[in-house]
């Protein structure tokens, strides 16, 4: 299968800007739609944006479309989350995920990486 590594999370202005990266190690990484949730202290988990194999159909929660961003390079067997525009309530632990469907839930993703926090100040 495959190992998923995240990077780019850190601290943050209201407004700024974030970019996500995460790495799969591994030789499989076309096999796999990607997607990207995060998790807020006392929440749940929720479903952020994911994109196809192809990167040609991505999906996104309706609190993150038109800020964030999801792309991939097959080459570099990379996922990205390019967050514009952030607001207080995106601060979160965000996970990358991959799957053999493009899917908004959970229980669809096969892998998950560990996680980097993203923490937003006002």
Not at 13 to 35: E, H, I, K, N
Not at 52 to 72: E, M, P, Q
């Amino acid at each position: 299968q495959g190992q998923l590594v995240e990077s780019g999370g850190g601290l943050v202005q209201a407004g700024g800007s974030l970019r996500l990266s995460c790495w799969f190690a591994g030789s499989l990484f076309m096999s796999y739609d990607m997607g990207w949730f995060r998790q807020a202290p006392g929440k749940e988990r929720e479903f952020v944006a994911c994109i196809s194999w192809s990167g040609g159909s991505t999906l996104y929660a309706d609190s993150v479309k038109d800020r964030f961003t999801i792309s991939r390079d097959n080459r570099k067997s990379t996922a990205y989350l390019e967050m514009n525009n952030l607001k207080p309530e995106d601060t979160a632990v965000y996970f990358c995920a991959a799957a053999t469907v493009q899917s908004r839930a959970e229980s669809d993703y096969d892998l998950w990486g560990q996680g980097t926090q993203v923490t937003v100040s006002s």
